[in-house]
Structures are given as structure tokens and as C-alpha cells.
């Protein structure tokens, strides 16, 4: 497992995360950010081109270094980026001190996903936002067995992706309102791809 997990892995990350079908969400997720944001699970840096200069300064964390060492191939301009390898789980900022905390596509491998989120909400300043885009927990029975039914096998093979975790209620249990929630399944697999996009502040 040690080559699949530390060469071939992260190139097959990077790859399906380039599916173009996923930049309308980019595009409204990553636009949103401002001030000081801390990405969260930043991966090969496919999200460093949607930054628009409100990110006054992005702080990439990512847990994996080679994503990390592919992330600073990445071309950006005008944008202030710090390269973090460390896990979400235990971020090394001081209580209130960033502005934007974004999550794309993450919150399904972080291992203490409720661990991350409170330290996501410990980070950020009063009138912070969490900016996210996920897929996760459908609402449709079948969708739901079948999500259940793989995810035991798909998270051995896909760097620890659960399909089936409730991001609404994750993000909530940790102590976030959520603003704005939209739902619903991109083309795709059906057990893959029902996404859940919004914003949340802290309580």
C-alpha cells in the first residue's frame, strides 16, 4: 500500500479532481473567500486559480506532501499563498485568526471530520465564514444504501472517502449556523455526487 497510497493515490486525486464539471462550484465557493483564508485539505492546488484579490492572503493546508509539492507547481498571480502540511484535525493558527475557512471535496476523507470542523470554528474571527462545498449523505433511500454499501471498499481505495457522511449536520453539530445550503446531485454516479454547497458562521 505504500506506493499505491504515497505515488499513485495523489496523482488519481489530482486527477478526478480536475473534472471541469466541478468548476461552477470553484467558481462561487473559492470567489466568495476574502481576507485571511485558511483552505482546508488544499490537494494539488486546483483552487489557487478561482482566488480573486478580496483573499487578501491563503493559508494551504494539506496533510499529504506530495499534493503539497504539487500544489506549489501550481500557477497563480497576485495572490499571497503559504504552503501548511498539517492535518485539519489539530490547525496550527491561533484562536481567531482567520477571516475564511474553505472546504471543498475534504470533509469525506478527514479521519475526526467533527475534530476538524470544531478546530475550524476555533480558528476563525466572530463574523467569519465557513465557505464549503461537498458531496455526501443523499436523501433518497436507494442512494443512501448504495452509499453505505461502498463506502466501506471506496474509502480503502480513494485516500479514506466516506459517501455517506451528513455534511449539514456535521457542519452544524460543531457549533456553525448555516447561512445559505443548496443540495442536490451533479451528473455523475448517483452514490458520488450529491453535493452539498453553503456557507455557515460560528455560533
Not at 150 to 178: K, Y
Request: glycine content about 8%.
Amino acid at each position: 500500500m505504500g506506493i499505491y497510497r504515497d505515488v499513485i493515490l495523489p496523482k488519481l486525486c489530482d486527477l478526478s479532481m480536475r473534472n471541469e464539471r466541478l468548476h461552477p462550484y470553484r467558481e462561487r465557493v473559492i470567489g466568495a473567500a476574502e481576507g485571511r483564508v485558511l483552505e482546508i485539505g488544499s490537494g494539488s492546488g486546483l483552487n489557487l486559480p478561482f482566488y480573486r484579490p478580496v483573499a487578501q492572503e491563503v493559508l494551504a493546508l494539506e496533510p499529504d506532501p506530495t499534493l503539497l509539492t504539487m500544489a506549489r507547481r501550481v500557477p497563480y498571480s497576485g495572490l499571497s499563498v503559504d504552503f501548511i502540511e498539517a492535518s485539519a484535525e489539530a490547525i496550527p493558527f491561533e484562536d481567531k485568526s482567520v477571516d475564511t475557512v474553505v472546504t471543498t471535496w475534504t470533509l469525506c476523507t478527514i479521519p475526526g471530520a467533527a475534530t476538524a470542523l470544531a478546530e475550524m470554528r476555533r480558528v476563525l474571527r466572530p463574523q467569519g465564514k465557513l465557505l464549503f462545498v461537498e458531496h455526501g449523505l443523499s436523501p433518497d433511500r436507494g442512494v443512501r444504501w448504495w452509499q453505505d454499501s461502498l463506502t466501506p471498499v471506496w474509502r480503502r481505495i480513494s485516500g479514506g472517502c466516506h459517501l455517506n457522511r451528513p455534511i449539514q449536520s456535521l457542519i452544524e453539530d460543531a457549533g456553525f449556523r448555516i447561512d445559505r445550503i443548496e443540495t442536490g446531485y451533479m451528473r455523475g454516479p448517483k452514490p458520488l455526487t450529491f453535493m452539498y454547497e453553503g456557507s455557515a458562521r460560528p455560533n
